[in-house]
């Protein structure tokens, strides 16, 4: 009966735990990136609601936009940055936070197809919607700012230009503009479920300890 009643407790804390997760949190922010000659160059900012992070060519899209792309090309709005690990640097102006950042994020979206004119500086802005998921960490001074997943919805954009002759269609820009929500355990609920272990852990031993000790004899009472 009583290890019945002990697993009931440790159930109700670890149901308490469980409930005891912080909220998510709004996201919001940008992955933009352009042709630096042969390179391109990408950056990511994020704002948390206390904090906005800033990473410099950092990131690198998988598979990546198409850089030389004919008309009628197609172009993949669905990409991942694999696992990526970068430093932000804190910049009052841009309300940004000295931080050390680590994540993954993908954004899943159609195709979208080239439509340009054959003629010299056209240009062709293509936009779809995408959906976004992924994990961030983020962590100060040996602090964790944050450390959960990410999922949401953005908007995606490509731009394609005939910089240089009508027929010469190149990538000119794309962003992908990011709104999501994370979520992240609370420590105080971690605490909580560890406090349920250590007490059941205690009960049984103390339960164990009952049933294993030599118990007294009883003695007839002496003949007055």
């Not at 690990?85 to 936070?97: A, N, V």
């Amino acid at each position: 009966m009583r290890t019945l009643i002990a697993g009931i407790v440790f159930v109700v804390f670890a149901m308490c735990a469980g409930r005891a997760t912080a909220d998510p949190v709004a996201v919001t922010g940008f992955l933009t990136g352009q042709p630096r000659g042969a390179l391109i160059q990408e950056e990511l900012e994020l704002s948390f609601p206390e904090f906005t992070i800033l990473l410099s060519d950092v990131t690198h899209l998988i598979p990546g936009f198409c850089d030389e792309c004919g008309n009628g090309s197609p172009v993949r709005f669905t990409e991942t940055t694999g696992t990526f690990s970068g430093h932000s640097i804190g910049d009052p102006g841009l309300r940004t936070i000295d931080a050390d950042v680590t994540g993954e994020l993908s954004f899943d979206g159609p195709t979208d197809v080239i439509s340009i004119a054959p003629e010299q500086f056209a240009s062709d802005v293509l936009s779809e919607s995408v959906r976004i998921s992924g994990r961030l960490r983020v962590t100060q001074a040996n602090r964790v700012l944050f450390s959960g997943m990410l999922s949401g919805s953005g908007l995606a954009s490509a731009v394609y230009a005939n910089r240089f002759s009508a027929f010469s269609t190149r990538l000119e820009a794309y962003q992908y503009d990011i709104n999501g929500a994370a979520t992240t355990p609370e420590p105080a609920s971690i605490a909580l479920l560890a406090t349920g272990i250590a007490w059941l852990g205690a009960r049984q031993r103390f339960t164990s300890f009952r049933r294993t000790r030599p118990r007294r004899s009883k003695r007839a009472p002496a003949p007055r």
